[in-house]
């Protein structure tokens, strides 16, 4: 089956780095996105790794390891307009691209 | 603008009136998908489309139909709606078919008492 868990809420502080983790577990794994969700609004891609390591956008990372089926977004320098949801997707392939979402991590950014 | 829209973005409506959500896109995407998202559960797929007259169920499917006539056009039908498919409603929409990133429209509030 499919099954994707990260941590429900987080709080940080301005200024400082959060790591949000995500598992997943897939049959037809094909790429693993992340995505920032502001509330009241629609999804807005950040991420996307299908190859293990890190890549990095300015203030955000995100790490794959698909031997463990593992990620997580790194945030840096936080602000408080980072306060948002951010939703962990996986991709399958299995008879057709599905995307497949996680319930999302609440961020709490505090001054 | 590169965008996906959702009409209508709420409604509230009554157990067995049929409704169409409506979604288009003008980014030519071959690859639409309908979601609803409820508190704690995320978002769970109910049809997608890798292009036209080409659907298939996704995770929720149950009291909803999706029809693909069109590239751009992706309707979502309640026939009888039912308060359980109270929920927020998201279109999404990605170039290849399912291989990008998904463009989402700004979400569709329904009740249904």
């Known amino acids: 089956g499919q099954n994707i868990d990260q941590p429900t809420e987080m709080t940080a502080t301005e200024g400082a780095i959060v790591q949000i983790n995500c598992t997943y577990q897939?049959?037809?794994?094909?790429?693993l996105f992340w995505y920032q969700q502001h509330a009241g609004e629609a999804p807005t891609f950040l991420s996307y790794?299908?190859?293990?390591g890190l890549e990095e956008k300015g203030r955000f990372s995100s790490f794959l390891s698909r031997s463990k089926g593992y990620s997580y977004l790194l945030l840096k320098e936080l602000q408080m307009k980072d306060s948002a949801s951010y939703l962990c997707?996986?991709?399958?392939?299995?008879?057709?691209?599905?995307?497949?979402f996680g319930a999302g991590t609440r961020l709490f950014v505090k001054a | 603008e590169a965008q996906v829209t959702q009409n209508p973005r709420y409604l509230i409506t009554v157990t067995g009136k049929k409704l169409t959500v409506t979604c288009s896109q003008n980014?030519?995407?071959?690859?639409m998908s309908w979601y609803r998202q409820d508190p704690g559960l995320g978002l769970r797929q109910i049809y997608y489309?890798?292009?036209?007259?080409?659907?298939d169920k996704g995770d929720v499917p149950e009291g909803y139909k999706v029809s693909r006539k069109e590239k751009r056009n992706f309707p979502l039908i309640l026939e009888s709606p039912s308060p359980n498919q109270t929920s927020l409603y998201f279109c999404?929409?990605?170039f290849g078919q399912g291989a990008g990133e998904l463009f989402f429209g700004e979400g569709s509030r329904l009740t249904v008492l």
């Open positions: 999404a929409s990605s």
């Open positions: 897939t049959s037809g794994f094909n790429g």
């Open positions: 790794n299908v190859l293990d």
């Open positions: 997707a996986v991709r399958d392939q299995t008879g057709g691209f599905k995307t497949i």
């Open positions: 980014m030519n995407h071959e690859y």
């Open positions: 489309s890798m292009n036209v007259e080409v659907t």
